[in-house]
């Protein structure tokens, strides 16, 4: 098993475009998470999922959107970027509700 | 690799020591802790978890206990190791579907 990948590692963006995310698992999970880590802090959640075609908002979910229309794939689309989003992305996923979480290696995005 | 806690606060310790890493939750309500290793780079990697009806378990070289009555969680290490040297989350799970809040991390230095 892969685990938990993540593509790109690193990208840098220009402020207003757009980007998606991509957030892949081959352990069969249901559910899936999108954090974003700041440099001295821990994680914060943006969003998740509990199944293929079921998301809902986390802690800081503005700027952000999501969909899974697949149990394996959890995209995250940024739309317009801003410097505010500059921060590393990690995804997760774990088997249910009470499960660990096993998370990927993580995208670096700068917004300039 | 990515920088992780540029500012986190540092344990210092010397190979073969004990460590010991402390954490203060949030919410008494939570029922689920767990401890994560970040090494530079790369996702946070589960290392050990407890339920909020216990207030110790433990690891291969790793301890736990809990204090529900100040909110606080501890990590232990035994003859710590340089491949120990990482920053350490503790997470919270507080409300459904899994949803986890993040400390804000400590960075352990492990010197030879």
């Known amino acids: 098993n892969a685990g938990v990948t993540q593509t790109p590692k690193f990208r840098i963006l220009k402020i207003g475009q757009s980007m998606t995310l991509q957030c892949a698992q081959d352990?069969?999970?249901?559910?899936m998470y999108w954090y974003r880590q700041d440099p001295g802090m821990g994680l914060k959640l943006i969003y998740y999922s509990v199944g293929a075609g079921i998301t809902d908002k986390g802690e800081v979910p503005n700027g952000y959107n999501v969909s899974r229309s697949t149990t394996e794939d959890f995209p995250l689309r940024l739309e317009l970027a801003a410097p505010s989003q500059t921060s590393v992305y990690f995804c997760?996923?774990?088997?249910?509700?009470?499960?660990?979480?096993?998370f990927g290696p993580g995208t670096r995005l700068t917004v300039l | 690799g990515e920088s992780v806690g540029l500012h986190l606060p540092t344990l210092s310790v010397q190979e073969g020591d004990n460590s010991i890493i402390n954490c203060a939750y949030s919410?008494?309500?939570?029922?689920?802790f767990i401890w994560y290793k970040q090494e530079s780079g790369k996702g946070p990697q589960f290392i050990i978890d407890i339920r909020s009806n216990m207030d110790k378990r433990q690891g291969q070289r790793v301890t736990v206990l809990l204090n529900k009555t100040v909110k606080h969680l501890s990590l232990q290490i035994a003859a710590t190791q340089p491949g120990d040297s990482a920053v350490y989350f503790c997470?919270?799970?507080?409300?459904?579907?899994?949803?986890?809040?993040f400390g804000a991390g400590t960075r352990l230095a492990v010197h030879p």
């Open positions: 352990m069969n999970h249901n559910y």
């Open positions: 997470a919270e799970r507080s409300g459904g579907y899994n949803k986890l809040i």
């Open positions: 997760a996923s774990s088997t249910d509700a009470t499960d660990t979480q096993y």
């Open positions: 919410n008494s309500a939570s029922d689920y």
